[in-house]
């Protein structure tokens, strides 16, 4: 599923199936078996927890992924994330703690 650039959503996002995020989104998305990626245009405020999160934009908020993190290039995160694995790319941004217990 897409969530277009012109999009903004506050409140609560739930579900089951992976998500690309382009638009603005304010609250806590919770997607436990699926993979959610923050494109290039999207504007996160919120508290993130997933199977595995892929930045390319921009997340201000806490991540809690059980199998991994990804921060891209050009990608950026304000928060602290717990992750078995986390990979952050040269050219990306990332302010916060990293927990990677299993």
């Known amino acids: 599923m897409n969530i277009g650039k012109s999009v903004v ?12 995020i382009e638009g603005h989104v304010e609250g806590k998305i919770e997607l436990k078996d699926n993979v959610l990626t923050i494109g290039p245009n999207g504007r996160i405020k919120a508290s993130v927890f997933s199977k595995a ?6 997340v201000n908020g806490n991540i809690a992924a059980s199998e991994k993190v990804d921060i891209r290039d050009g990608g950026s995160v304000d928060g602290d994330i717990v992750s078995p694995k986390v990979a952050i790319a040269e050219g990306a941004h990332f302010r916060g703690s990293v ?3 299993r």
Do not use: A
């Open 53 to 58: 999160v892929i930045v390319l934009g921009e």
């Open 9 to 20: 959503i506050k409140g609560e996002l739930s579900g089951s199936e992976d998500l690309t």
């Open 99 to 101: 927990d990677m217990q």
